[in-house]
């Protein structure tokens, strides 16, 4: 079956670095998204990787390994704004995402 | 409009009647989807359309029905509303010059008494 693990909360310090960490396992894969999710909104996007390696945006970095079925989002610099739930979705061999319930992610100043 | 467009934003709703949750997006994005999110689970897709005058059916099909008659528009429909569908509904596009990335509407939260 198609299995998505991801911590279920975390806190961590305004200012501070947190790794929210995704081990994954789907009948194929084409690629995997992070989504951030703030309370009572849609989800939007933030990265994606297909390769191995990271990809860095701004705050946000990505990482993906394919050979573990492993990823994680590092959030630096970390603010209050970042409160959210961050959701990490594979997408499977019929290009479908396999959505994750997400990391409630906690930021206490 | 500006992105995806949902409606209504909530809805409260007698078991056993119809609803159509609709969706609209201005992005001519050849893809669209509807999910599902309840508490403490993944969001789940129901239905999905890969390009206008097609639909598939997802995860969690039961009870749901949708239809793709042009680009912009993808409306859901539960022909006869139960509890068990209360929940947060969003429909997402992907397509264009990204075509990956899926792209949310705000949600419709829906509650069936």
């Known amino acids: 079956g198609q299995n998505i693990d991801q911590p279920t909360e975390m806190t961590a310090t305004e200012g501070a670095i947190v790794q929210i960490n995704c081990t994954y396992q789907?009948?194929?894969?084409?690629?995997l998204f992070w989504y951030q999710q703030h309370a009572g909104e849609a989800p939007t996007f933030l990265s994606y990787?297909?390769l191995d390696g990271l990809e860095e945006k701004g705050r946000f970095s990505s990482f993906l390994s394919r050979s573990k079925g492993y990823s994680y989002l590092l959030l630096k610099e970390l603010q209050m704004k970042d409160s959210a739930s961050y959701l990490c979705a594979p997408k499977d061999s019929n290009y479908q995402l396999i959505w994750g319930a997400g990391t409630k992610l906690i930021i206490k100043p | 409009i500006a992105g995806i467009t949902q409606a209504p934003t909530s809805q409260i709703l007698a078991a056993g009647r119809r609803m159509t949750l609709r969706c609209t997006q201005d992005m001519r994005h050849n893809a669209m989807y509807w999910y599902r999110q309840d508490l403490g689970l993944g969001l789940r897709l129901i239905h999905y359309?890969?390009?206008?005058?097609?639909?598939g059916k997802g995860e969690v099909p039961d009870g749901y029905s949708v239809s793709r008659a042009n680009t912009d528009d993808f409306p859901l429909t539960l022909a006869s509303a139960v509890p068990s569908q209360t929940s947060v509904y969003f429909c997402?596009?992907?397509?264009?010059?990204?075509?990956?990335?899926?792209?949310f509407g705000p949600g419709t939260r829906l509650t069936v008494l």
């Open positions: 359309s890969n390009t206008a005058g097609t639909t």
């Open positions: 997402a596009s992907s397509g264009g010059h990204d075509t990956d990335t899926q792209y």
């Open positions: 990787n297909v």
């Open positions: 789907t009948s194929g894969f084409n690629g």
